[in-house]
């Protein structure tokens, strides 16, 4: 079974501060992605940065990063520069399993950036 | 790229009545589509997985004649709530599978569906 945690419901950060959102997950797959998704107020899921199980380097998107631990099962996303537009739920997701696209999705932390 | 439209965004009917909603993939063709209901405060739970010129499959507890499920083209998808009932009022998203590479799932922006 697949199981993704999110440790943190809320986190608030400082405008122009960094912040480390917390992720571990669960499967015995040894092929698998990582994903983390923001989903503003108005409702959509916004894909922002992607892991894979075999990749050597974390990812990096502009100020997002991925803090990929393998060993420890973490995939914590770092935002860099907060900004207030970045106030939102965040959603770690997983998929795991040969030829299978279907997420495993965590139950969330909702950011909030303070001025 | 990897645009997903849904519409409607919002939809208010009364009980009994059945409502359709379309995931369209804008961009890009997409043989495998999900939906998924979304209450306040939780979590993303999947619903069902659209398959392009097969029966959907949908996950346990989730009724198959009431919400149905047409994925009859590479752009479309779409999930008819037949019989309505104010329990089923709640947020529901599509995805889209961009395929090759990570098969990332790219989401509709939604439509928040309300029974009376």
């Known amino acids: 079974a697949q199981k993704i945690t999110q440790t943190q419901p809320g986190m608030f950060v400082q405008e122009k501060e960094a912040v480390t959102l917390d992720c571990t997950y669960d499967?015995?797959?040894?092929?698998?992605?990582l994903f983390w998704y923001k989903q503003p107020s108005s409702g959509e899921m916004i894909f922002l940065i992607y892991?894979?199980?075999?990749?050597?380097q974390n990812a990096t998107e502009g100020r997002y990063s991925l803090n990929f631990q393998k060993a420890r099962k973490s995939a914590n996303l770092v935002i860099s520069a907060s900004q207030l537009g970045d106030s939102a739920m965040y959603f770690c997701?997983?998929?795991?399993?040969?030829?299978?696209?279907?997420?495993?999705f965590g139950k969330g932390t909702k950011l909030s950036v303070i001025p | 790229g990897a645009v997903v439209s849904q519409h409607p965004s919002r939809v208010i009917c009364k009980s009994g009545t059945s409502v359709k909603i379309e995931c369209r993939s804008l961009?890009?063709?997409?043989?495998?589509m999900f939906w998924y209901r979304q209450f306040p405060k939780q979590s993303l739970m999947l619903m069902a997985t659209?398959?392009?010129?097969?029966?959907?499959?949908?996950e346990q507890g989730v009724e198959k004649d009431k919400f149905l499920i047409n994925h009859a083209s590479l752009t479309l998808s779409t999930l008819t709530v037949t019989s309505a009932h104010p329990e089923d009022s709640s947020f529901y998203i599509c995805?889209?599978?961009?395929?090759?590479?990570?098969?990332?799932?790219?989401f509709g922006p939604g439509t928040r569906l309300l029974v009376l």
């Open positions: 499967t015995s797959d040894p092929s698998y992605g």
């Open positions: 995805s889209a599978i961009l395929e090759g590479g990570q098969g990332t799932q790219y």
């Open positions: 659209s398959n392009e010129g097969s029966k959907a499959t949908y």
């Open positions: 892991q894979g199980s075999y990749d050597q």
């Open positions: 997701a997983l998929n795991s399993g040969a030829g299978s696209y279907q997420l495993t």
């Open positions: 961009d890009f063709q997409a043989t495998t």
